[in-house]
């Protein structure tokens, strides 16, 4: 059986950059319907997959969409509300046996499988030296997951402080 993977970035609104009316949501799924209704009908056996959908399309796509095409969808929506709870999601015909199906945070993945990082021995350099050097360097996982963290408050702060104006 031959299997066509389609791949398609549906674009959350925050990291969208053009014109405001190619932004409005109807549009773009009016767009991005047609495109994947046409990888549909012209591949027996598509799979669709999806990145940045926002949980303000997850609806249509699973309700209207996927259903109206013998489609199931799988998802994974692990964002914010700054970026509309945005996640991936895989749709597969249900004429598809699915034997499995994991859902792997590649970050995380990577994170798990990843040495410590080295210190660079210098015979200038004392131990005492090597030991300040690794704590004035943070780790650089540790720092994505801190900004994260304190950007998701800056945003929830800033959608409170909004809704008081």
């Known amino acids: 059986m031959t299997v066509l993977v389609v791949s398609c970035n549906i674009l959350v609104l925050i990291y969208a950059k053009?014109?405001?009316?190619?932004?409005?949501?109807?549009?773009?799924w009016n767009l991005t319907r047609s495109q994947l209704?046409?990888?549909i009908l012209c591949h027996e056996n598509t799979i669709i997959c999806l990145q940045e959908l926002s949980?303000?399309?997850?609806?249509?796509?699973?309700?209207?969409?996927?259903?109206?095409?013998?489609?199931?969808?799988?998802?994974?929506?692990?964002?914010?509300?700054?970026?509309?709870?945005?996640g991936i999601s895989i749709a597969i015909p249900v004429s598809m046996e699915l034997n499995s199906l994991s859902i792997i945070i590649i970050g995380d993945f990577i994170h798990s499988?990843?040495?410590?990082?080295?210190?660079?021995?210098?015979?200038?350099?004392?131990?005492?030296?090597?030991?300040?050097?690794?704590?004035?360097?943070?780790?650089?996982w540790e720092t994505a997951i801190w900004l994260e963290s304190i950007l998701s408050s800056v945003y929830k702060l800033l959608l409170t402080i909004n809704q008081f104006i």
Request: aromatic share 10%.
């Open 55 to 86: 949980l303000i399309l997850l609806p249509e796509l699973e309700l209207s969409f996927f259903i109206h095409w013998n489609y199931t969808l799988f998802h994974n929506l692990y964002g914010g509300c700054h970026n509309g709870c945005m």
């Open 37 to 39: 209704e046409q990888e």
């Open 113 to 140: 499988i990843s040495k410590p990082r080295e210190t660079q021995v210098n015979i200038l350099t004392s131990e005492c030296d090597m030991q300040e050097q690794q704590h004035d360097t943070p780790d650089s």
């Open 18 to 28: 053009c014109q405001l009316e190619f932004l409005k949501t109807d549009h773009r």
